[in-house]
T-cell receptor
């Protein structure tokens, strides 16, 4: 009964390093999302995908790239990490309708030094 | 553009008091969906309720109740007889019908319940 799984849970990077966050869902959901959560700002959408092989920009896409090669996986990449990308990152998935709640992973706490 | 406002940053109550969280939204769409999520100190996001724009019936679920009023664009959430386990951040979110399920979240309201 995994739902949405995010890997890793914690990570510390140095400025300029790159890394990839992995999100996997086992609910056969079409839609997947990446958010970042910062104090006092709620969750802001970085990128999203409405199906395998598709991606689109959200509210705050700069500095991030994504890929959805398989329906169950949604990867978020930071090519050159910056301190402003220090945040908690959440992945979510939902069925193919806007009226459905999103199911969230437990989050990845990322610190950029 | 859609927008969700949770004006209350933090609410502190003593156990057994009632607490109401405000959520005001903006949208030009006639069909949209509103959600409440809870984020306890452990950090995960827990779905609480969904309401459709064409269904203004208010709902009660145990100690939780929701008041949806289209006339004032509000979707408020009340916890009755609060308990320490209700301490969490609560988020209101809006999704429009043609938005590919994307959510616009409010900034969240921190609820602190003390014994």
């Amino acid at each position: 009964n995994a739902g949405v799984t995010q890997t890793p849970k914690f990570r510390v990077l140095k400025t300029g390093q790159s890394m990839t966050l992995l999100c996997a869902q086992d609910m056969n959901h079409e839609y997947m999302y990446w958010y970042r959560q910062d104090p006092g700002m709620g969750l802001r959408l970085i990128h999203y995908s409405v199906g395998e092989g598709t991606t689109a920009k959200g509210e705050v896409p700069d500095g991030y790239n994504v890929s959805r090669l398989k329906k169950q996986n949604f990867l978020l990449g930071l090519e050159s990490a910056a301190p402003s990308q220090t945040s908690v990152y959440f992945c979510a998935s939902s069925p193919e309708y806007s009226n459905q709640p999103q199911h969230f992973g437990d989050g990845t706490r990322l610190s950029i030094l | 553009a859609q927008k969700v406002t949770q004006a209350q940053t933090e609410i502190s109550v003593v156990e057994k008091e009632d607490v109401t969280l405000d959520c005001v939204y903006e949208t030009r769409d006639t069909t949209y969906y509103l959600f409440w999520y809870k984020q306890p100190p452990s950090g995960e996001l827990v779905f609480l309720i969904r309401r459709n724009s064409f269904d203004e019936q208010n709902e009660i679920s145990g100690r939780y109740s929701w008041n949806f009023q289209k006339s004032t664009s509000s979707f408020n959430f009340t916890i009755t007889a609060s308990q320490v386990v209700d301490s969490a951040v609560y988020f209101c979110a809006l999704s429009e019908a043609d938005s590919w399920g994307k959510f616009q979240f409010g900034a969240g309201t921190q609820v602190v319940v003390t014994p």
